[in-house]
C-alpha cells in the first residue's frame, strides 16, 4: 500500500511571487493607482448606476469592510460629477404675507452670495435714506404745515364753540376728562348755592340750554375726529410719498438686476410694499415702550426681516456637488430650525433655518453609510420620503414623528434631484430588500465588491502601484520588490487562495505602513522583505496571546492532546478561534465509543446543547453514511457516542465530521489510529471529503504543537485534496515537509483516510458482503453483524430498527 501518492508535493503548499517580476528598484519608480483594482464587477455596476437618470436607480454598494467601497465611490463620483453643471443656489426669505411660511427661492449658480449682498447693502442704505429723509427739514417743514393747518382749524372749532356756548350762557373748560360744558351767572362760572337757590323753571330751562351745548361740543369733537384723521392720513400719505421718493432709485437697481427671475421679482416688489407700510419701525423719536425700544434699537433686529437666509451657496463649486456625510444625524441630514431666546421667550424665523446634507448634495450626489443611518435608525423612513417625493421641508424631528410640538413655522418644500448612494455590509442589503418593499424601489442598483481577485500578473504588478500610492500618500519609504512579493504573497494568504489575491486593501495598508516603522528603525531608506516579514510576525505576536496560553496548557497536559503513538477510537480534529481580526488553529481531542444496543449515533455536544446547526448537521450525515455502506442487508445495531473532548463552549462548524468518522470506524473495527496525524475535513453520506475553511491556521495550529513536542517524521495533517489550492503555508513549515519532519497528506474520501490514520486498507469494495478480509470495512461490518445477530436474539420477532425507533419516540417524549 503507497501512502506515498497522498503526500502533497513541497511546491503545492504554498505560492510565493518572484521579485523578478517587477522591473524596478523600489515603488517610487513606478506611478500609484489611482483608485482600487479587482473590483470589476462593482465598478460596471456603479458605471451603469450613475448613468440611470430614472426614478428609483439610486445605488447600494454592497461589499465587506475594507474591499475600497468608498474610495471607489468617491472617485467615480467625482469623475462623474465633472460632466455636470453647477446647482443652483437656494435661500429662505420672509413671507410678508404669512411669515409662518418662509418663501424658498432658486437663484443661479453662484448668485446666491450676490443676491444676498444686494439685499443687505440695499435694506441698510433704504433704512438710512428714509431716516434721513424723515428727519430732514423738507420733511419737517411739509410735516409742520400739515400739523399747523390742524392746530388752525381745532383752535378755529373749539373758539366757534366757545362763542356758541357764550350765547346760550354757557363755558367751555377742557378737564382731563374732555370738554366740559360750565353755565354762567353774571359773566361768571355759576356756583352751587346759586343753582341751588333757581327755580324750578329756571333749572328746566338751563337743563335745556345745556343740552343744545352739549350737542354743539359733540358736533364740535366730531368735525375735530375728522380733521384729526384726515391730518393723519395727510402725515402718513407725506410719510409714504417722501419714503417712496428715497427709497425707489435703489430698488429700481434691484428691480432691473433681477428681472429675468420671476420669483425674485415678486419677492422684491413685495419687500418693496412692506417698507412702505411698515414706516412705523424706521421712526428712532417716537416713544416706545421698553420691550419695543430695545428690540428697535437693535439694528441687526431691524436687517433681520429683509435679509436673504442664503442655505445652499454653490459659488466655490466647478461641478455637480459629491458629498459624503458620516454623521447623517436628523438636523445633519435634513437640516433644523433653530431657536433663540429673546425676553425669556423662544422665537424663531426664517433666518434661523440651517441646512442639510441633502440640500448641499442638491443636483449631484450623496453618500451615506447603512451603519451610521442603523445608528441613527429615526432618519430612514423621511430619506426614503424625501426620495420619493423629490422634495425637502425642514422641519424638527418631533414634528416628522408625531410628537407634541409647538413648532408652526413650516418652510416651503425644496424640490431636489439627487443621486442616492448607501454603502454597508451585504447583509444589509438583503435585509432591507426582504423587509421593506420601499427599499426595493429606491435602490434599484447593487454594486457587490468582492473579497478577492485573480491572481494575475496584471493584477500583482497593480499592487505594486498601490504600494506606491500609499507611499506616496502617506510620505512612507517606498518598498522593494522583494518586499512587495511578500506583501503579495501575504495577500493570498489573506484570501486563503494561491490562486487568489484580497481586495481588503486597508489590511494591506497596515503591513505597508508598519513595515515602514521597522525600516525606520533600521535606518533603512527602503522597505525590503525581511521589514515586511517583520511586520507581519510582530502583527501576529501582538494578537497572540489567547493562542500562547493555550499552547500553554497543551503542554502541561492541562489540555490532553497525544501526537505519538496510537490509541483505538481517538483522534486529533483541528478547529480554529477567532479572535477579532485574528485567526488560529488549535487540535482538539476527539474520542468515540461504540457498544452494542438501539440508541444510534449520538451527539453529546447536540444533547447538551452546545452543538451549533452545522456541526450538528456533521454528526447526522455519519448516520447517512454508516447506513449506506453496511445496513443494506441488515438493520444498523448500533450505540455510539461522539465527543470533542475539554470543548466547554458552543462549537459550530463541519470541518470535524470526517475526524469524527474515523474515530468511530476505529472504535468498531477496533483498529488503532496514529495520534500524530490530525485530521480536517467535511464529509458527506457518499464518503467524500469536501473542503473546509482556515486550513492554514489548523495546519499551522498542530504544527507548534507537534514542534514543541518534538518532530519525529511520523506527525502531519490529513486535507481534502479540493483545500490544496488554499495552501499558503508558513516557511517553516515547507522546510519542516522538505526535510522530511512533517507531511500533509490530501484524500478525496474516506477510504484514503483511513488507510493513512491506519496503515491498513479500507477495502476496494463498496457492498457489505465482498468487503476484502482484513480490512477496515470488512472489521466494521463484522462487528455490526454480530451486534445486529444478537440484538435480534434479544428483542425477537421485532427489528432492530422498530426497537431503535420506540426508544427514539421515547427518548423524545422525556425531552418534551
Same mark, same amino acid.
Not at 135 to 155: D, L, P, R
Not at 281 to 310: C, G, H, I, W
Not at 732 to 761: H, M, Q, S, Y
Given at each position: 500500500?503507497?501512502?506515498?501518492?497522498?503526500?502533497?508535493?513541497?511546491?503545492?503548499?504554498?505560492? +510565493?511571487?518572484?521579485?523578478?517580476?517587477?522591473?524596478?528598484?523600489?515603488?517610487?519608480?513606478?506611478?500609484?493607482?489611482?483608485?482600487?483594482?479587482?473590483?470589476? !464587477?462593482?465598478?460596471? &455596476?456603479?458605471?451603469?448606476?450613475?448613468?440611470?437618470?430614472?426614478?428609483?436607480?439610486?445605488?447600494?454598494?454592497?461589499?465587506?469592510? #475594507?474591499?475600497?467601497?468608498?474610495?471607489?465611490?468617491?472617485?467615480?463620483?467625482?469623475?462623474?460629477?465633472?460632466?455636470?453643471?453647477?446647482?443652483?443656489?437656494?435661500?429662505?426669505?420672509?413671507?410678508?404675507?404669512?411669515?409662518?411660511?418662509? !418663501?424658498?427661492?432658486?437663484?443661479?449658480?453662484?448668485?446666491?452670495?450676490?443676491?444676498?449682498?444686494?439685499?443687505?447693502?440695499?435694506?441698510?442704505?433704504?433704512?438710512?435714506?428714509?431716516?434721513?429723509?424723515?428727519?430732514?427739514?423738507?420733511?419737517?417743514?411739509?410735516?409742520?404745515?400739515?400739523?399747523?393747518?390742524?392746530? @388752525?382749524?381745532?383752535?378755529?372749532?373749539?373758539?366757534?364753540?366757545?362763542?356758541?356756548?357764550?350765547? $346760550?350762557?354757557?363755558?367751555?373748560?377742557?378737564?382731563?376728562?374732555?370738554?366740559?360744558?360750565?353755565?354762567?351767572?353774571?359773566?361768571?362760572?355759576?356756583?352751587?348755592?346759586?343753582?341751588?337757590?333757581?327755580?324750578?323753571?329756571?333749572?328746566?330751562?338751563?337743563?335745556?340750554?345745556?343740552?343744545?351745548?352739549?350737542?354743539?361740543?359733540?358736533?364740535?369733537?366730531?368735525?375735530?375726529?375728522?380733521?384729526?384723521?384726515?391730518?393723519?392720513?395727510?402725515?402718513?400719505?407725506?410719510?409714504?410719498?417722501?419714503?417712496? &421718493?428715497?427709497?425707489?432709485?435703489?430698488? @429700481?437697481?434691484?428691480?432691473?438686476? $433681477?428681472?429675468?427671475?420671476?420669483?425674485?421679482?415678486?419677492?422684491?416688489?413685495?419687500?418693496?410694499?412692506?417698507?412702505?407700510?411698515?414706516?412705523?419701525?424706521? %421712526?428712532?423719536?417716537?416713544?416706545?415702550?421698553?420691550?419695543?425700544?430695545?428690540?428697535?434699537?437693535?439694528?441687526?433686529?431691524?436687517?433681520?426681516?429683509?435679509?436673504?437666509?442664503?442655505?445652499?451657496?454653490?459659488?466655490?463649486?466647478?461641478?455637480?456637488?459629491?458629498?459624503?456625510?458620516?454623521?447623517?444625524?436628523?438636523?445633519?441630514?435634513?437640516?433644523?430650525? @433653530?431657536?433663540?431666546?429673546?425676553?425669556?421667550?423662544?422665537?424663531?424665523?426664517?433666518?434661523?433655518?440651517?441646512?442639510?446634507?441633502?440640500?448641499?448634495?442638491?443636483?449631484?450626489?450623496?453618500?451615506?453609510?447603512?451603519?451610521?443611518?442603523?445608528?441613527?435608525? $429615526?432618519?430612514?423612513?423621511?430619506?426614503?420620503?424625501?426620495?420619493?417625493?423629490?422634495?425637502?421641508?425642514?422641519?424638527?424631528? #418631533?414634528?416628522?414623528?408625531?410628537?407634541?410640538?409647538?413648532?408652526?413655522?413650516?418652510?416651503?418644500?425644496?424640490?431636489?434631484?439627487?443621486?442616492?448612494?448607501?454603502?454597508?455590509?451585504?447583509?444589509?442589503?438583503?435585509?432591507?430588500?426582504?423587509?421593506?418593499?420601499?427599499?426595493?424601489?429606491?435602490?434599484?442598483?447593487?454594486?457587490?465588491?468582492?473579497?478577492?481577485?485573480?491572481?494575475?500578473?496584471?493584477?500583482?504588478?497593480?499592487?505594486?502601484?498601490?504600494?506606491?500610492?500609499?507611499?506616496?500618500?502617506?510620505?512612507?519609504?517606498?518598498?522593494?520588490?522583494?518586499?512587495?512579493?511578500?506583501?503579495?504573497?501575504?495577500?493570498?494568504?489573506?484570501?486563503?487562495?494561491? #490562486?487568489?489575491?484580497?481586495?481588503?486593501?486597508?489590511?494591506?495598508?497596515?503591513?505597508?505602513?508598519?513595515?515602514?516603522?521597522?525600516?525606520?528603525?533600521?535606518?533603512?531608506?527602503?522597505?525590503?522583505?525581511?521589514?515586511?516579514?517583520?511586520?507581519?510576525?510582530?502583527?501576529?505576536?501582538?494578537?497572540?496571546?489567547?493562542?500562547?496560553?493555550?499552547?500553554?496548557?497543551?503542554?502541561?497536559?492541562?489540555?490532553?492532546?497525544?501526537?505519538?503513538?496510537? %490509541?483505538?477510537?481517538?483522534?486529533?480534529?483541528?478547529?480554529?478561534?477567532?479572535?477579532?481580526?485574528?485567526?488560529?488553529?488549535?487540535?482538539?481531542?476527539?474520542?468515540?465509543?461504540?457498544?452494542?444496543?438501539?440508541? #444510534?449515533?449520538?451527539?453529546?455536544?447536540?444533547?447538551?446543547?452546545?452543538?451549533?446547526?452545522?456541526?450538528?448537521?456533521?454528526?447526522?450525515?455519519?448516520?447517512?453514511?454508516?447506513?449506506?455502506?453496511?445496513?443494506?442487508?441488515?438493520?444498523?445495531?448500533? &450505540?455510539?457516542?461522539?465527543?470533542?473532548?475539554? &470543548?466547554?463552549?458552543?462549537?459550530?462548524?463541519?470541518?470535524?465530521?470526517?475526524?469524527?468518522?474515523?474515530?468511530?470506524?476505529?472504535?468498531?473495527?477496533?483498529?488503532?489510529?496514529?495520534?500524530?496525524?490530525?485530521?480536517?475535513?467535511?464529509?458527506?453520506?457518499?464518503?467524500?471529503?469536501?473542503?473546509?475553511?482556515?486550513?492554514?491556521?489548523?495546519?499551522?495550529?498542530?504544527?507548534?504543537?507537534?514542534?514543541?513536542?518534538?518532530?519525529?517524521?511520523?506527525?502531519?495533517?490529513?486535507?481534502?485534496?479540493?483545500?490544496?489550492?488554499?495552501?499558503?503555508?508558513?516557511?517553516?513549515?515547507?522546510?519542516?515537509?522538505?526535510?522530511?519532519?512533517?507531511?500533509?497528506?490530501?484524500?478525496?474520501?474516506? +477510504?484514503?483516510?483511513?488507510?493513512?490514520?491506519?496503515?491498513?486498507?479500507?477495502?476496494?469494495?463498496?457492498?457489505?458482503?465482498?468487503?476484502?478480509?482484513?480490512?477496515?470495512?470488512?472489521?466494521?461490518?463484522?462487528?455490526?453483524?454480530?451486534?445486529?445477530?444478537?440484538?435480534?436474539?434479544?428483542?425477537?420477532?421485532?427489528?432492530?430498527?422498530?426497537?431503535?425507533?420506540?426508544?427514539?419516540?421515547?427518548?423524545?417524549?422525556?425531552?418534551?
Amino acid at each position: 500500500m503507497d501512502l506515498n501518492k497522498y503526500r502533497v508535493k513541497v511546491n503545492n503548499l504554498s505560492k +510565493n511571487c518572484k521579485p523578478s517580476l517587477f522591473k524596478f528598484s523600489s515603488t517610487s519608480e513606478i506611478p500609484p493607482l489611482p483608485g482600487i483594482i479587482g473590483q470589476d !464587477r462593482a465598478v460596471r &455596476s456603479l458605471a451603469f448606476g450613475l448613468d440611470m437618470n430614472i426614478e428609483g436607480y439610486n445605488i447600494y454598494l454592497a461589499g465587506y469592510f #475594507g474591499t475600497g467601497k468608498t474610495t471607489l465611490a468617491r472617485k467615480m463620483l467625482n469623475e462623474k460629477a465633472m460632466n455636470k453643471p453647477v446647482p443652483s443656489d437656494w435661500c429662505y426669505v420672509n413671507n410678508f404675507t404669512n411669515i409662518e411660511t418662509p !418663501r424658498v427661492l432658486q437663484i443661479s449658480a453662484g448668485m446666491g452670495q450676490e443676491f444676498k449682498k444686494d439685499v443687505a447693502e440695499n435694506i441698510e442704505m433704504v433704512i438710512k435714506l428714509i431716516i434721513k429723509a424723515f428727519e430732514g427739514e423738507e420733511f419737517e417743514q411739509q410735516k409742520s404745515a400739515i400739523v399747523n393747518n390742524f392746530v @388752525e382749524k381745532t383752535n378755529r372749532i373749539y373758539l366757534n364753540l366757545e362763542e356758541e356756548a357764550h350765547s $346760550y350762557g354757557f363755558s367751555i373748560a377742557r378737564t382731563q376728562n374732555g370738554v366740559n360744558s360750565v353755565p354762567l351767572k353774571d359773566g361768571e362760572s355759576m356756583s352751587q348755592e346759586v343753582y341751588m337757590a333757581l327755580s324750578e323753571d329756571e333749572r328746566a330751562e338751563l337743563m335745556k340750554k345745556s343740552a343744545v351745548v352739549q350737542d354743539k361740543i359733540n358736533e364740535s369733537f366730531r368735525q375735530y375726529k375728522e380733521i384729526e384723521k384726515m391730518i393723519k392720513e395727510k402725515i402718513k400719505a407725506l410719510e409714504l410719498e417722501t419714503a417712496r &421718493s428715497v427709497i425707489m432709485p435703489n430698488f @429700481e437697481i434691484l428691480f432691473n438686476r $433681477y428681472k429675468t427671475n420671476p420669483e425674485i421679482s415678486s419677492y422684491l416688489q413685495e419687500m418693496h410694499q412692506d417698507v412702505l407700510n411698515n414706516l412705523d419701525m424706521f %421712526r428712532t423719536n417716537e416713544e416706545e415702550s421698553p420691550f419695543n425700544l430695545l428690540r428697535k434699537m437693535d439694528k441687526r433686529a431691524l436687517l433681520r426681516r429683509y435679509q436673504v437666509n442664503l442655505i445652499v451657496d454653490n459659488s466655490s463649486l466647478k461641478h455637480a456637488p459629491v458629498v459624503f456625510e458620516t454623521n447623517p444625524s436628523y438636523a445633519n441630514l435634513f437640516g433644523q430650525i @433653530e431657536f433663540e431666546s429673546e425676553f425669556g421667550v423662544l422665537t424663531t424665523d426664517f433666518s434661523r433655518i440651517k441646512p442639510g446634507a441633502i440640500h448641499k448634495a442638491n443636483g449631484g450626489y450623496l453618500v451615506l453609510h447603512i451603519n451610521d443611518i442603523i445608528k441613527n435608525f $429615526y432618519v430612514w423612513d423621511k430619506l426614503k420620503r424625501v426620495i420619493k417625493n423629490k422634495e425637502i421641508v425642514v422641519e424638527s424631528i #418631533g414634528k416628522t414623528l408625531g410628537w407634541g410640538n409647538s413648532e408652526t413655522m413650516q418652510p416651503e418644500a425644496i424640490p431636489i434631484d439627487i443621486k442616492m448612494i448607501l454603502i454597508g455590509d451585504p447583509l444589509y442589503y438583503y435585509w432591507l430588500y426582504t423587509h421593506d418593499e420601499e427599499f426595493q424601489k429606491l435602490f434599484k442598483i447593487k454594486a457587490d465588491f468582492d473579497m478577492d481577485m485573480n491572481r494575475t500578473q496584471r493584477h500583482m504588478k497593480d499592487y505594486a502601484r498601490f504600494i506606491s500610492s500609499v507611499c506616496h500618500a502617506e510620505k512612507l519609504r517606498h518598498f522593494t520588490p522583494p518586499a512587495v512579493a511578500r506583501v503579495i504573497d501575504y495577500a493570498s494568504r489573506m484570501a486563503d487562495d494561491q #490562486g487568489k489575491l484580497t481586495t481588503l486593501f486597508n489590511k494591506l495598508a497596515e503591513i505597508i505602513y508598519e513595515a515602514n516603522s521597522w525600516a525606520a528603525y533600521d535606518k533603512a531608506e527602503l522597505a525590503s522583505g525581511e521589514h515586511v516579514e517583520k511586520a507581519i510576525k510582530e502583527k501576529q505576536y501582538r494578537s497572540a496571546a489567547i493562542e500562547e496560553k493555550l499552547q500553554e496548557y497543551i503542554q502541561q497536559g492541562t489540555l490532553m492532546i497525544n501526537v505519538s503513538g496510537s %490509541r483505538i477510537g481517538e483522534l486529533n480534529g483541528l478547529a480554529v478561534y477567532q479572535m477579532g481580526d485574528y485567526q488560529f488553529g488549535k487540535p482538539v481531542r476527539i474520542t468515540a465509543k461504540t457498544f452494542m444496543g438501539e440508541k #444510534g449515533l449520538v451527539n453529546i455536544e447536540r444533547e447538551i446543547y452546545l452543538s451549533g446547526s452545522i456541526h450538528s448537521k456533521g454528526v447526522l450525515t455519519l448516520n447517512g453514511y454508516m447506513g449506506s455502506q453496511y445496513a443494506q442487508d441488515k438493520p444498523l445495531s448500533l &450505540s455510539a457516542s461522539l465527543t470533542i473532548e475539554q &470543548s466547554y463552549s458552543g462549537i459550530e462548524g463541519d470541518s470535524a465530521s470526517s475526524a469524527e468518522l474515523y474515530a468511530l470506524l476505529s472504535s468498531l473495527a477496533e483498529v488503532p489510529l496514529q495520534q500524530g496525524i490530525a485530521v480536517t475535513g467535511s464529509v458527506n453520506q457518499n464518503g467524500e471529503i469536501q473542503a473546509v475553511g482556515g486550513v492554514n491556521q489548523k495546519i499551522e495550529g498542530f504544527f507548534r504543537v507537534c514542534k514543541e513536542r518534538g518532530l519525529d517524521g511520523q506527525q502531519g495533517v490529513i486535507i481534502p485534496r479540493h483545500n490544496i489550492a488554499n495552501l499558503m503555508l508558513d516557511e517553516e513549515i515547507i522546510k519542516a515537509v522538505k526535510d522530511k519532519l512533517f507531511t500533509i497528506w490530501a484524500v478525496k474520501n474516506v +477510504n484514503e483516510g483511513l488507510e493513512i490514520l491506519t496503515g491498513i486498507p479500507a477495502s476496494e469494495e463498496e457492498k457489505a458482503d465482498q468487503f476484502t478480509p482484513g480490512s477496515i470495512h470488512y472489521l466494521v461490518n463484522k462487528k455490526l453483524s454480530h451486534w445486529s445477530r444478537k440484538g435480534q436474539s434479544i428483542y425477537g420477532n421485532k427489528t432492530i430498527a422498530a426497537a431503535a425507533s420506540d426508544s427514539g419516540l421515547r427518548r423524545r417524549s422525556r425531552r418534551v
